[in-house]
């Protein structure tokens, strides 16, 4: 099965930008959809985004829609979250993960058969 370890993540001020990324190993990268979701503390982890397994279709959470982008270089077996107009609310640990279905705009949970090991994000006001 792929794994999967995200970078990227650091300290930031509000407003300003910064791109995650995770690098997958194995041969198998493009056979799914990936993701990616967060979690701050005392929360539940909750979806950002999603894009599909060519790249051709990306789906996003209304909270980050318009600032954050979701990519995919399936050459370099990566995905990557960029993520612009940071809020103090966006602070939380990122997770990169794999999927095999998209469902209505979304991954669920259930989906995924691959998670990273999480990269910390910092906004400050």
């Known amino acids: 099965q792929v794994q999967l370890v995200e970078s990227g993540g650091g300290l930031v001020q509000a407003g300003g930008s910064l791109r995650l ?3 997958a190993s194995g041969r198998t990268f493009s056979s799914y959809a990936m993701g990616w979701f967060r979690q701050a503390p005392g929360k539940e982890r909750e979806f950002v985004a999603a894009i599909s397994r060519s790249g051709g279709s990306t789906y996003y959470a209304d909270s980050v829609k318009g600032r954050f982008t979701i990519s995919r270089d399936n050459a370099k077996n990566t995905v990557y979250l960029q993520m612009n107009s ?3 609310e966006d602070t939380a640990v990122y997770y990169c993960a794999a999927a095999g279905f998209i469902s209505t705009m979304t991954i669920r949970a259930q989906d995924i058969s691959s998670w990273g090991q999480g990269t910390q ?4 006001s």
């Open 21 to 23: 990324s995770c690098a």
């Open 86 to 88: 940071l809020k103090p």
């Open 121 to 124: 994000v910092t906004v400050s």
